[in-house]
């Protein structure tokens, strides 16, 4: 094993010969020498081992509503970074170059979990975010960079497609202080075509979080036209949510644009964006949100008490602040859902490169 791939413990024998890894619902069954899905998991020497431990494929401080969290920490810096690799495969990708990515100078950085931890404090950043390509793969260094950064008290999150199986989920989670969950579609139709993947197990983690964890979740959907915005799918999802999870978990509703393999699709139209976010909030979603497009109405944060606009967003850069230091609204008292504090932070809308190698 060279220094970038380490043993891991979601996995058992088959009768075969072959090795079953268990950390996600694809269960993926690997002679000696292949790659799973993700293509960063391998059978080495009759285990499972993650490939690409303490490597990243970039690393940059962007405004935590990037993610997309607006009731979480609002307006401050949050360093992210990702990997390569991914476990699903969306035919829409978004960051195809570097979820479907299977080249290792993709990893450009080396980063040792304590050196990530270092520099988000140098850097004022309150928390540092897994994304660009899915956490879920990169289970064991996420988890370690996770520990180093609570030692120095920065925050940790998630964007994930929660696409991961209930044992490794917990020991995840632990280390998570929010999440966001990519609540792609709410048909197994969609899920299997476009994805490779399952709607159940998405909604089962969904719950998980929710109900087993303190970790603040919210929800992003990306509306492709034709595949997943019709009224009757965004009906039964935003129900869903209010039903099963709660009223209080913000919902984004983002636009697509083509990409990857679905370059024929046209964008999303921005009125069914406002559709999403009607019907959202017709049904008992406190907090719905759109995205991908500029729309202060739709990107901003309203008391679900008396309907006061609380946090004003033009993009990521947030104006209007009518809470007091309690996190309530001024208007009416009604408490903000969410981790809010009692000033907004002032990162805004930039955008930081960062070299750790140089810090």
């Known amino acids: 094993m060279d220094t970038h791939t380490v043993a891991t413990k979601y996995w058992h024998k088959l009768d075969d010969n072959r090795i079953q890894c268990d950390l996600c619902p694809r269960f993926c069954k690997l002679k000696t020498g292949q790659r799973g899905l993700c293509f960063v998991r391998a059978n080495e020497n009759n285990q499972i081992v993650l490939t690409t431990y303490g490597r990243s494929s970039g690393f940059c401080v962007d405004p935590i509503e990037k993610k997309p969290l607006n009731h979480f920490l609002p307006g401050t810096p949050v360093l992210s970074f990702g990997t390569a690799g991914c476990n699903l495969a969306c035919k829409f990708c978004q960051n195809w170059d570097i979820s479907k990515s299977r080249e290792i ?46 030692r120095r008290d920065i925050k940790t999150v998630a964007v994930t497609a929660g696409y991961i199986c209930k044992e490794p989920a917990v020991e995840f989670f632990s280390q998570m202080d929010a999440a966001n969950v990519d609540l792609k579609a709410f048909t197994e139709e969609f899920y299997h075509q476009l994805t490779g993947g399952h709607l159940q197990p998405v909604l089962d983690i969904l719950q998980y979080i929710k109900q087993e964890t303190n970790v603040w979740l919210e929800l992003t959907t990306l509306l492709i036209p034709g595949k997943n915005d019709s009224e009757q799918e965004i009906g039964e999802m935003t129900r869903w949510v209010v039903e099963t999870l709660g ?9 697509f644009h083509p990409d990857w393999k679905m370059l024929d699709v046209p964008p999303t139209p921005q009125a069914t964006l406002s559709m999403a976010r009607r019907i959202a909030i017709e049904n008992g979603v406190r907090y719905a949100y759109t995205g991908n497009v500029h729309d202060v109405d739709g990107e901003s944060t309203y008391c679900h008490g008396c309907g006061e606009k609380v946090i004003e967003r033009d993009w990521y850069v947030l104006g209007e602040w009518n809470l007091d230091a309690q996190g309530c609204c001024k208007n009416c008292g009604t408490r903000l859902s969410g981790l809010i504090e009692a000033r907004p932070g002032t990162w805004g809308n930039r955008r930081q490169p960062v070299h750790l190698a140089a810090m």
Not at 112 to 131: D, H, W, Y
Not at 135 to 150: G, K, Q, S, T
Not at 247 to 255: E, S
């Open 105 to 150: 100078d993709t990893l450009a950085d080396e980063a040792s979990p304590e050196k990530i931890a270092e520099v988000a404090e140098k850097l004022n950043c309150r928390s540092v975010a897994f994304t660009y390509n899915d956490p879920v793969i990169f289970h064991e260094y996420a988890l370690d960079v996770a520990r180093a950064c609570h």
């Open 247 to 255: 009223p209080d978990v913000p919902m984004h509703f983002t636009a």
